[in-house]
């Protein structure tokens, strides 16, 4: 009986001297062998710190005091005084990017389930995060700024109850006794940090403080307020730490810890604390130069990848096709950058013209500052290219006054640049035809220069030069004008470009209908010839002012040399001549042009003279023989084939109305011209 009593006078002493509220107080320097109720992440670590979160992310971390804490008097129900203090460190792999907090947590409970990481630190949710039911209070240490807790910036200390938007909070902070002023701290600085809680339960006054490792306690806390939590704690209350890893590496280490209740918490023995591994704070360092150095490395690597980009870019805007066979042509080869200069990189501003066989651009060429026309000539095959260019470099070699100098080439992919001398008054059709164009209307003389020049230039390139050289595109479009009005023969063998790539023999013709020959119709094959009925053409042309073929005229007038034939045949040619002219004209001449213009038009090759015969019939060495000894027929007849609109064919019918009598048989006619050419 009395070993019962005295087993219940035990109990119940001991059981009131539990109520008794003895005062809390321990003090941990480092928790080597300290019991402490943990979850999530948080571990004691081999030298004794308190990890609460390790680079695991979006995770959290708990650390209790395992044993449940009365603060509020029992009997007032008041608030009870407490005071903590711990030394910390966080450690993040970048400094630069800050994580979320940690916080020192008074809470009811030491599980907090349906809690979240990041940046509801493992102590709320999305649903309970406010309420009052929480009877959290929590004084967190935060790097991040989040907007939607009312954060002040992303290094704070702030007092939290029941919810993260901070009833107080301070930019980290402490005041420096020595210098006596507000000294700025990094919680993320990778340096131990110490923090001093205390609450004064009668002036219901909460003083936090925040200081460096090593640093004496600051007199000014940097959190000094009355505060009154007797809203926020329940009996019991448990004390603790509570952290969340987020998005990038972080670990938060408490290095110390000691709490009291109802007085001052001891101090803790800063030289008896453990170190966060060397390793990790070198590593931090070491890793925030690496990062650096790394970050520095990849925006280095992404500029010079720009640059070469840039350059890559430019080389390949500017490439150009170099073969071996092409060496041979060096001095005629043109750099494209110095085209694309010289041209401002082929605006339309710069073109001169565009034709069947490409766009011609105005260009000065950077170096030489000289003035020059650049074609481009845009073709896709490939194949007999090297010919073409043996033909073109050799056509750069030609030297005639009379002959618009090829200064050189640029091949490029799919594109062949040629360079011309530059013609300031362009091509003789714009003189002749172009009524819009203001262009001096050419008197007969000048008219009749042009034509002795032209037939020069196609001597030069039919006899007198090392090759014989067709040009095979003889027009008024092709002849330029220099300053002089000097006429200058240009574009050569650009229509071939069209014949390669296919069997010479079979190729399809290319060039302008009207100057086209019609055994270069049938045959494709470019001989003297072909320039010279072309040459006829232009005769017409100059004389009469009017193109080869024009649709839009009357059906009788549409051919020029039908009509001019037919004002022959009526003995009236002087009629066909251009009206621009008037009467001011040399009727010989004139009529020389004419009846040359239809002699050269003859369809029979061998009928048409050789340039050094028209020369001298130009020059009036030699008279034209009477041409009703030839049979003149009109070349349209063999080329209808090679009209191009739908209504050339229904107006060909008309032709054969066409009085033919002073046509002969060609065969007949073929031997007297020959003889006589001869
Ligand atoms: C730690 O505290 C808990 C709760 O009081 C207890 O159950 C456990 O045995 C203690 N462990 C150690 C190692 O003291
Ligand atoms: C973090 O801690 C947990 C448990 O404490 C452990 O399983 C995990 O491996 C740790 N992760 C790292 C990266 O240290
Ligand atoms: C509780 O309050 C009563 C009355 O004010 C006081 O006598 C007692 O010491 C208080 N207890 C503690 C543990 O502070
Ligand atoms: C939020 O937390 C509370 C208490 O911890 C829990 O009961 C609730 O289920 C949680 N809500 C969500 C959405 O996780
Ligand atoms: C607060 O939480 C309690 C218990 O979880 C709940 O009954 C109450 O509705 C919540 N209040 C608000 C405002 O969410
Ligand atoms: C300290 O930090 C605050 C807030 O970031 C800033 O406004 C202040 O200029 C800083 N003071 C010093 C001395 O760097
Ligand atoms: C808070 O700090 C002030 C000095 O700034 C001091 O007077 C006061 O006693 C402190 N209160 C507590 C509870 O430590």
Redesign the pocket.
Same mark, same amino acid.
């Given at each position: 009986m009395f070993i019962q009593f005295l087993v219940w006078f035990l109990l119940l002493g001991s059981s009131s001297v539990a109520s $008794? $509220?003895q005062d809390v107080d321990f003090t941990y320097n480092g928790f080597r062998g300290v019991n402490l109720s943990m979850d999530g992440l948080a571990q004691i670590t081999d030298r004794g710190l308190l990890m609460l979160v390790n680079t695991t992310n979006q995770q959290v971390g708990h650390a209790f005091y395992p044993h449940p804490i009365h603060l509020r %008097? !029992? !009997?007032?129900g008041?608030v009870?005084s407490f005071s903590t203090t711990f030394v910390f460190e966080f450690w993040q792999q970048n400094p630069r990017f800050a994580g979320p907090a940690m916080a020192f947590v008074i809470s009811p409970s030491k599980e907090f389930p349906g809690a979240v990481a990041g940046i509801y630190l493992g102590l709320f949710n999305r649903t309970n995060i406010g309420n009052s039911s929480n009877h959290v209070f929590a004084i967190e240490l935060d790097c991040l700024q989040n907007k939607q807790f009312n954060d002040i910036n992303g290094n704070h200390v702030g007092v939290d109850i029941n919810d993260l938007k901070s009833v107080k909070a301070a930019s980290a902070s402490y005041f420096s006794d020595q210098e006596n002023q507000q000294l700025n701290i990094s919680l993320n600085g990778g340096q131990p940090l110490q923090l001093w809680v205390e609450y004064n339960g009668e002036e219901k006054q909460i003083n936090v403080t925040l200081a460096p490792f090593n640093v004496h306690k600051p007199r000014i806390p940097l959190l000094s307020f009355e505060l009154d939590l007797s809203q926020v704690m329940v009996d019991p209350m448990f004390v603790g730490f509570s952290s969340a890893s987020y998005v990038l590496p972080i670990s938060h280490y408490i290095l110390g810890w000691s709490f009291k209740m %109802?007085g001052e918490a001891r101090d803790l023995t800063l030289s008896q604390l453990p170190k966060v591994p060397i390793t990790t704070r070198k590593r931090s360092h070491r890793l925030s130069i690496v990062v650096v150095s790394v970050m520095a490395s990849a925006i280095l690597l992404l500029i010079l990848i720009s640059i070469i980009q840039y350059i890559v870019k430019r080389k390949k805007k500017f490439a150009e096709v170099l073969e071996d066979w092409e060496l041979d042509y060096g001095p005629y080869r043109f750099k494209y950058k110095d085209l694309y200069i010289a041209t401002k990189g082929f605006k339309d501003k710069e073109l001169l013209g565009a034709g069947g066989f490409g766009r011609v651009y105005r260009g000065v060429l950077p170096t030489s500052k000289k003035e020059v026309a650049v074609k481009q000539v845009s073709h896709t095959s490939r194949q007999g290219e090297r010919e073409f260019i043996a033909e073109i470099t050799s056509i750069g070699k030609l030297r005639h006054r009379n002959i618009v100098t090829l200064l050189g080439y640029c091949r490029r992919k799919e594109e062949l640049l040629l360079v011309y001398e530059f013609m300031p008054n362009g091509s003789l059709d714009k003189f002749l035809f172009d009524q819009t164009q203001t262009k001096t209307n050419l008197n007969w003389c000048q008219r009749f220069q042009i034509i002795k020049s032209i037939a020069a230039a196609l001597l030069y390139l039919h006899e007198e030069w090392d090759q014989v050289v067709i040009h095979r595109d003889v027009k008024s479009s092709n002849i330029l004008l220099d300053e002089e009005l000097n006429a200058r023969l240009g574009d050569f063998g650009l229509a071939r470009l069209y014949d390669h790539g296919t069997d010479p023999q079979t190729t399809h013709v290319v060039g302008t209908l009207g100057y086209l020959a019609p055994e270069f119709c049938e045959t494709g094959k470019a001989h003297p010839p072909v320039d010279v009925f072309a040459f006829g053409a232009f005769l017409l042309e100059v004389a009469c002012g009017r193109r080869p073929i024009e649709g839009e005229a009357s059906e009788e007038c549409m051919v020029l040399v039908d009509w001019v034939i037919l004002c022959w045949s009526k003995g009236r040619i002087l009629d066909s001549v251009d009206p621009k002219l008037g009467l001011n004209y040399e009727e010989e001449e004139m009529e020389l042009v004419l009846k040359l213009g239809l002699l050269c038009s003859h369809s029979i090759p061998t009928a048409r003279p050789q340039m050094r015969q028209v020369m001298r019939y130009l020059k009036r060495e030699i008279s034209l023989p009477d041409l009703t000894m030839l049979g003149l027929r009109t070349a349209i007849d063999d080329c209808t084939s090679f009209l191009p609109s739908k209504g050339f064919h229904d107006v060909s019918s008309s032709w054969s109305s066409y009085p033919r009598s002073q046509m002969t048989d060609p065969s007949s006619v073929e031997e007297s011209v020959l003889s006589e050419g001869r």
């Open positions: $008794q $509220q %008097n !029992s !009997s007032t008041n009870l %109802n």
